[in-house]
């Protein structure tokens, strides 16, 4: 390629690690790369729940801005952050290798078997599934950065936070006083990167390509549909996540109502070969049972 890579970013640490690991990649392949941060909607308004900005892809849409009006290349982004419908014009380069799918709660030396804790988080899917958990807990919202919700914990008398582990593991930052929340759900392709370009850039298109894990990418886009086709956004407490162990991807997608009741759960499994969309036909059958009521009613609530 003639000129660089103009590769747009959020500004915050962990977006600026992921902008910067495929800087790295794309170096590796000869490619150079300049990054360019800027501020998103969703790092600007920090007073508000995530969830009462009414709108899905809040961290997303200003680069997505950026890259359709050609002053960048390409837009790298937490991949449960962008919507599954993404704006014309743009497409999905590649999905780098997966990290840590999982939730964890920090914590300050607690029993979880205490009635009255109080944990801290901005997302109704953590919120939700926390509270089908541990009823009795309160939860509060948090939102910034994740070393700015680090200390928020520190400063205020909560008794924990629940964070992304690849987050924490990526900034080194992953304190020892952690739980694992192995029985909870992730959001649609958490712990992945997600780049996008423009569909026209064909030349960037093929550069970038070589970056994707196709295992990776079959999972995320599996999760992605279950998550379509519920019609859910970021405003709606979806978990999915797809695996793929031997010879087979296994899935497990729910939704649950904001207070953590009415929890619709759903696993399936197919073989690695078949050709079929699993995380639709999940949703489909998740709808099926009864979830389709529970779904008006968040998008009622969300209207």
Known sequence: ????????????????WQAHKVKYLLEELGTP???????????????????ELGIT????????????????????????????????????????????TMDVLVHKGIDLTQD???????????????????????????RGNVQTRLQKLKDNNWDGAIFAKAGLERLELLPDTTYELDWMTPAPAQGAIMVLARASNKE????????????TDRCTSIERSFLQTLEGGCSAPIGALAQIENNGIVFKGC???????????????????ATYDLGKKAAIDLLATGADTLMDKIKAANS
């Open 1 to 16: 390629m003639s000129k660089l890579i103009r590769i747009g970013t959020r500004k915050s640490e962990l977006a600026l």
């Open 255 to 273: 939704v649950h109502n904001v207070d953590g009741t009415s929890p619709y759960v759903i696993e399936d499994q197919m073989p690695i070969d």
């Open 116 to 142: 009255k804790l109080i944990i801290a988080t901005s997302s109704l899917r953590r919120k939700a599934q926390w509270l089908a958990k541990y009823p009795t807990h309160q939860i509060v919202d948090i």
């Open 33 to 51: 790369c300049e990054l360019v941060p800027i501020e998103s909607q969703g790092d600007l308004k920090l007073d508000r729940p995530l969830y």
């Open 57 to 100: 892809g809040v961290f997303t849409k200003t680069l997505d801005l950026a890259l359709l009006e050609n002053h960048i290349d390409i837009a790298v982004h937490s991949m449960k952050d962008v919507p599954t419908q993404l704006a014309r014009g743009l497409c999905q380069a590649a999905v780098l290798e997966r990290g840590q």
């Open 204 to 215: 960037v298109l093929k550069i970038v390509q070589q970056l994707n894990h196709p295992s």
